[in-house]
């Protein structure tokens, strides 16, 4: 029965985070007990469960295929990131919001885009791979380009963020593959349940941010859901036409531009928070991100199923 409670949740994703932010922006009160300072603690259990989840076999594709991993996470740190510059310019966003924008775009790729490449018939090893590189490299990576792209407009404190993204990532997923090797039955017992709570915290994290900044958000909301509904779709059409043009495999490519066009927002919302407190809408483009990309992943998933389907995978 647990299980079946668990995979319901899992499968409804997107319509929990979905109404989670709906709930926050309209009645926010009724969430002014929930603190920001909970959020890096949720999403370092987040990881942690990343951590649990991680297979020796994952690394092992990281050295067999380094060329469709290197290509796909330089993709996922090219491509993001100067998206989200370009849209901060299109649209003269004001330089809280574009700095949230930006620290989207230079996050690693998220937990949910190996359930989404699963569903999408794409290669769930280079997926997973993908993402375990993009989150090793992200203490250094997300600091320096966030300063490159966007230092001259706001305050960057490069050391705070890597210290941040240390505690709240590397540390818990590190300690993830720690429990999950000297305690393999406690592993076992509690992967179960992984998924479902995944969902329920980082739809308590956009509850949160949403709540802070509701009367914000139904002024600007707007302009920010168009902005990361861009950023999100550009993302995933340029990763998978960088793969293609690497001559990938149909099943890599759709891994490729779901790694690429799905970012670890909930991270990005964390550090919008911790290191960029001056800031306070900086968090909103983050879990705007955390719903929106819930919703066109199943989309994705679906027509990159078909397509899988009509062509064949390694089409």
Same mark, same amino acid.
């Given at each position: 029965?647990v ?5 319901l949740?899992s ?9 989670s ?20 603690? =949720?999403?370092?259990?987040? =990881? ?12 092992k ?7 469709d ?9 090219v491509v ?7 849209l ?23 937990t ?11 290669d769930?090893?280079l997926?997973?791979a ?6 090793l ?16 407009t706001?305050d960057?404190?490069?050391?705070s963020m890597f210290l941040?993204?240390?505690f709240v ?5 590190a300690?993830?593959?720690t429990?999950? @090797?000297?305690?393999? @039955? ?9 998924p479902s709570?995944?969902v329920?915290v980082?739809?308590?994290?956009? =509850? ?26 550009m ?5 998978y036409?960088?793969? +293609?043009?690497?001559? =990938?495999?149909?099943?890599k ?14 991270l990005a919302s ?26 066109s ?14 062509n064949?995978?390694? +089409?």
């Amino acid at each position: 029965m647990v299980k079946r409670i668990c995979d319901l949740i899992s499968s409804l994703m997107g319509v929990i985070i979905l109404l989670s932010a709906v709930l926050a922006l309209y009645f926010p009160s009724y969430f002014s007990f929930l603190s920001p300072s909970i959020i890096n603690p =949720m999403l370092g259990v987040v =990881m942690l469960g990343m951590g649990l989840t991680l297979n020796p076999s994952d690394f092992k594709t990281v050295f067999s295929r380094p060329k469709d991993v290197i290509a796909g996470c330089a993709a996922q740190f090219v491509v993001m990131p100067l998206l989200a510059l370009l849209l901060t310019k299109a649209f003269s966003l004001p330089p809280d919001i574009a700095l949230g924008v930006v620290l989207v775009g230079c996050c690693p790729g998220g937990t949910a885009s190996n359930v989404i490449t699963y569903l999408s018939k794409g290669d769930l090893s280079l997926s997973v791979a993908m993402t375990t590189v993009s989150t090793l490299l992200a203490p250094f990576l997300t600091p320096f380009l966030t300063w490159a792209l966007i230092g001259e407009t706001v305050d960057v404190d490069v050391v705070s963020m890597f210290l941040s993204i240390f505690f709240v990532v590397i540390l818990p997923v590190a300690l993830g593959l720690t429990i999950q @090797r000297f305690l393999p @039955r406690l592993t076992k017992a509690v992967s179960t349940y992984l998924p479902s709570f995944s969902v329920l915290v980082i739809a308590l994290i956009v =509850m949160i941010v949403v709540s802070l900044n509701s009367a914000k958000l139904l002024s600007c909301g707007a302009l920010v859901v168009l902005v990361v509904v861009l950023h999100n779709i550009m993302g995933l059409a340029l990763g998978y036409a960088v793969a +293609k043009l690497l001559r =990938m495999s149909g099943a890599k490519a759709r891994a490729v531009s779901i790694e690429v066009g799905m970012q670890n927002s909930g991270l990005a919302s964390s550090l919008a928070l911790t290191s960029f407190a001056q800031y306070p809408l900086a968090a909103v483009p983050g879990a705007v991100f955390s719903v929106w990309h819930n919703i066109s992943g199943a989309i994705v998933a679906r027509v990159y199923s078909s397509m899988s389907d009509k062509n064949g995978s390694k +089409k």
